[in-house]
């Protein structure tokens, strides 16, 4: 039976890509999102299944985990950011936002899978944080914060598993160009445009590749942490 990957955020950017080059070293891969015409679409290319999951909703998480039959691979790549604005503008909105996709998002679909990934004898959790998670910047508060954390989180399970057969990656990106800053901007084409000014960003296939090298590691080897940024980037913010 093929190893199974499963892929949060799989419904555009890198999710989506992770999901291609994965499929393509054979894994069944299973793709995570809210948007299901999208995933179904993409399932159908590559051969794997279809999920619908929304990060931030406790049921939707366990409906999710217990149909997925196995799982050697996960990529928590689901997140992103809302808004952009000082601390004292900061909209509490955009911030439960980030805090519910990213961080906790993180924390109940990783505890929700994590058996499986146990059962699998060789399990791998790859978590999508962001340079971001490694520096401060004016306005993006909410979303520093949250990655951070996001981090944080990744990098305490790694010392609190130590003894399983689970490793653990986080993967920091700098910009990549995807519906990330769309997102951002809520759908502000022009902002969102802007935000790529002077640098050639990333593509979501280059941090895809990135995942398939981790995860294509022999079982002693743990990646801790790799930060990939676009040439001409040299801070987060
Ligand atoms: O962005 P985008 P990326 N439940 O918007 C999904 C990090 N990152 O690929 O639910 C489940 O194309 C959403 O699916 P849907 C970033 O923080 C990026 O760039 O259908 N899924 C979509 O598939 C994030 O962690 C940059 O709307 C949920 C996916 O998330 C990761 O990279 C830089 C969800 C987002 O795809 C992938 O983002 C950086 C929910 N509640 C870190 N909410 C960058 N692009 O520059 C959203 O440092 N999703």
């Given at each position: 039976?093929?190893?199974?990957?499963?892929?949060?955020?799989?419904?555009?950017?890198?999710?989506?890509?992770?999901?291609?080059?994965?499929?393509?070293?054979g894994?069944?891969v299973?793709?995570?999102?809210r948007?299901?015409?999208?995933?179904?679409?993409?399932?159908?290319?590559?051969?794997?299944?279809?999920?619908?999951?929304?990060?931030?909703?406790?049921?939707?998480?366990?409906?999710?985990?217990?149909?997925?039959?196995?799982?050697?691979?996960?990529?928590?790549?689901?997140?992103?950011?809302?808004?952009?604005?000082?601390?004292?503008d900061?909209?509490?909105?955009?911030?439960?936002?980030?805090?519910?996709?990213?961080?906790?998002?993180?924390?109940?679909?990783?505890?929700?899978?994590?058996?499986?990934?146990?059962?699998?004898?060789?399990?791998?959790?790859?978590?999508?944080?962001?340079?971001?998670?490694?520096?401060?910047y004016?306005?993006?508060?909410?979303?520093?914060?949250?990655?951070?954390?996001?981090?944080?989180?990744?990098?305490?399970?790694?010392?609190?598993?130590?003894?399983?057969?689970?490793?653990?990656?986080?993967?920091?990106?700098?910009?990549?160009?995807?519906?990330?800053?769309?997102?951002?901007?809520?759908?502000?084409?022009?902002?969102?445009?802007?935000v790529?000014?002077?640098?050639?960003?990333?593509?979501?296939?280059?941090?895809?590749?990135?995942?398939?090298?981790?995860?294509?590691?022999?079982?002693?080897?743990?990646?801790?942490?790799?930060?990939?940024?676009?040439?001409?980037?040299?801070?987060?913010?």
């Open positions: 039976d093929a190893l199974v990957a499963v892929v949060t955020g799989a419904s555009s950017g890198i999710g989506e890509a992770t999901a291609r080059t994965l499929a393509a070293q894994f069944h299973v793709v995570g999102a948007r299901l015409d999208r995933l179904e679409r993409l399932a159908n290319d590559i051969g794997g299944t279809a999920l619908e999951l929304d990060v931030t909703d406790e049921d939707s998480v366990d409906a999710f985990a217990a149909v997925v039959p196995r799982v050697d691979v996960l990529v928590n790549n689901a997140g992103g950011a809302k808004g952009l604005a000082s601390v004292l900061a909209d509490l909105d955009d911030w439960r936002w980030m805090w519910e996709t990213n961080v906790l998002g993180t924390l109940r679909v990783t505890r929700a899978l994590l058996p499986k990934l146990i059962d699998s004898g060789d399990g791998l959790i790859v978590t999508i944080t962001s340079v971001a998670a490694l520096e401060a004016d306005n993006g508060s909410g979303y520093t914060s949250a990655k951070h954390a996001q981090a944080v989180l990744h990098r305490t399970l790694r010392g609190e598993l130590l003894g399983l057969p689970v490793r653990l990656t986080e993967i920091a990106p700098g910009a990549v160009e995807t519906e990330f800053s769309l997102v951002r901007f809520d759908g502000d084409e022009d902002r969102a445009a802007k790529y000014e002077g640098i050639t960003p990333l593509v979501a296939a280059d941090v895809a590749e990135v995942i398939g090298f981790v995860a294509s590691r022999p079982s002693h080897v743990n990646l801790d942490q790799i930060v990939m940024k676009p040439r001409d980037q040299a801070s987060a913010g």
